[in-house]
């Protein structure tokens, strides 16, 4: 079974079209990484699978069914951006939110098993000896990390990340594609980025959007699709290492992720 | 003033009605400061004016008109809010304003001389009644129970209230709840502070103890306790200096919080001096 199906998918914000016929298939146990410029729909392409945007035409598929009946099997990871850091919550507190009921709770209590597990996958992660501590007091890295562990609390069966490591620096980021390598083993997971960069080995698909796809496969790109995604000359190294914008686009001086 | 407490019933009564709203202003004050939405619940306050005009001019109990009309108007930027059709900013700004167009209409088409708004307007906790009371006490338990009873649900949505509506978690419910207990918190505090001046009893509290404590449940407990400090404290002050008690409770809140501000704000420059 295909962990996601996307057939025919137009997304509009107003008049403004965000996703354009868009079709992709992800298989179980993939590793996708969808790329693209800022305002390039990968965000869209996101809330649209989690049904989070309303879809004008098409259809998302989430292990076989709706992707809004299905979404409680995925484990989602959002922007570093877009979480309160400094909400009075402890780490540990809010890996738990992830063993939440659906629906409401009433007088809801955390049970022994859950508080353990919580434990279990701060341990994972890397951030047991801070699971009391203050979220106020982690570093990108720790936050990401822990954002990693409430998705797992879930126990999701897709992982979906928003640019896991955006604000991160480079150790903590290679910690995280080390994470996320070995959850792989078990789990789907779907990653965007707009940071060539932070394709890492771990990588096994790569999709190019910009608002349409442009496109899906090996993650090993050619420069010519690289070059036509960002709509600029960008210098292609190697798998993994810096590339370099060579040509600034046309009224457009901020292609960001390319250094 | 403690003699003529034990004395007047009417200052007994401003008494109960000052930690009634504190408990009220330090829960729905916690949520609206955390979750931002302070211009939404200032919108609802005012809104509410319409409903007092209104109350007036049929002849029905003007705090009535007033629940009506800040249930009203908080459904009301829910519903808008959700369909994402419209700025919610603007549909705050508009209601803000209709609101209190509407009560200056109401007020004007009754017969005779106009009644005097100024209570409603500013708050008289001196001319609290039981039955006032007993409404104060209803909504106090209402939204004291809603707020613990979720108190998990209120947490994950307050910290991500994305990652809580994939799971499922009620946060359509949960976002209705809070607009319909921050419309009765509004009407509560109308008869402490009045429509104008019960923003600032709402976020001072709040926003004085975000300042000081990282846990929640600690921040809303001294959120309670600052709403306690700064109502009697104002309560004193107009008493022996002959002001308005709403107006000084403002001030109160409002020099407590700048103290806070500026006291914490040296301390972490101290912190960061001595870091480097």
């Not at chain 1, 400094?86 to 098993?113: D, M, Q, R, W, Y």
């Not at chain 2, 916690?30 to 939405?37: D, S, T």
């Not at chain 2, 419209?86 to 088409?109: E, N, P, Q, R």
Request: include cysteine.
């Amino acid at each position: 079974m295909n962990a996601l199906e996307i057939k025919d998918l137009d997304v509009y914000y107003g008049q403004l079209q965000a996703i354009e016929k868009v079709n992709l298939i992800v298989r179980e146990r993939d590793f996708l990484a969808i790329m693209g410029p800022n305002g390039g729909g990968k965000s869209t392409l996101l809330k649209a699978i989690l049904g989070l945007v309303p879809i004008e035409n098409g259809e998302i598929k989430i292990l076989g069914g709706n992707n809004k009946k299905n979404r409680h099997l995925i484990g989602y990871v959002p922007q570093f951006s877009s979480v309160d850091k400094n909400f009075p919550i402890t780490v540990i507190e809010v890996v738990l939110l992830g063993a939440l009921n659906k629906g409401l709770s009433f007088f809801h209590k955390f049970t022994e098993e859950q508080r353990g597990k919580a434990r279990e996958l701060l341990e994972k992660v890397g951030l047991d000896k801070l699971a009391n501590r203050s979220i106020s007091q982690l570093s990108g890295g720790e936050f990401q990390k822990m954002l990693i562990a409430r998705a797992l609390m879930t126990e999701p069966k897709l992982l979906i990340l928003d640019e896991p490591t955006a604000s991160v620096d480079a150790k903590a980021s290679q910690d995280i594609y080390n994470l996320l390598g070995a959850l792989n083993k078990k789990i789907t997971i779907i990653m965007v980025t707009h940071n060539v960069m932070a394709i890492s080995s771990y990588v096994k698909g790569l999709a190019c959007l910009n608002v349409g796809l442009v496109y899906h496969g090996d993650p090993e790109i050619s420069e010519e699709v690289v070059n036509s995604l960002f709509g600029c000359p960008v210098e292609l190294v190697a798998h993994g290492v810096p590339h370099r914008v060579l040509k600034e686009h046309e009224g457009d001086n901020n292609v960001s992720g390319l250094n | 003033m403690l003699a003529d407490l034990i004395k007047y019933q009417f200052l007994q009564n401003a008494f109960i009605a000052g930690l009634l709203a504190s408990v009220l202003a330090g829960i729905i004050g916690f949520i609206i400061v955390e979750k931002k939405m302070i211009m939404m619940s200032g919108g609802i306050a005012h809104a509410s004016y319409g409903g007092v005009g209104l109350g007036y001019l049929i002849g029905i109990e003007p705090l009535y008109g007033a629940l009506g009309f800040s249930l009203l108007s908080a459904v009301s930027v829910g519903l808008i809010k959700r369909k994402g059709g419209t700025d919610s900013d603007i549909i705050i700004g508009l209601f803000w304003s209709l609101g209190m167009a509407l009560g200056v209409i109401f007020i004007s088409l009754m017969p005779g001389y106009p009644p005097n708004l100024n209570s409603y307007l500013f708050g008289n906790i001196l001319a609290v009644t039981r039955a006032d009371l007993m409404m104060m006490l209803i909504v106090a338990v209402v939204v004291s129970l809603v707020f613990f009873a979720l108190f998990n649900n209120w947490k994950a949505y307050l910290f991500d209230d994305e990652f809580s509506g994939i799971r499922g978690s009620g946060v359509v419910l949960l976002e209705y709840l809070l607009l319909i207990m921050t419309a009765l918190t509004v009407v509560v505090l109308i008869r402490i502070v009045g429509i104008v001046l019960a923003l600032a009893i709402l976020i001072a509290p709040a926003a004085t103890s975000k300042l000081l404590f990282k846990k929640m449940s600690k921040r809303v407990m001294m959120s309670v306790i600052f709403g306690v400090i700064f109502i009697f404290s104002g309560i004193w002050l107009s008493y022996t200096l002959n002001t308005a008690a709403g107006a000084m409770i403002i001030l109160v809140a409002v020099i407590c919080y700048m103290a806070t501000y500026i006291l914490t704000s040296i301390k972490l420059r101290k912190k960061q001096g001595n870091g480097h």
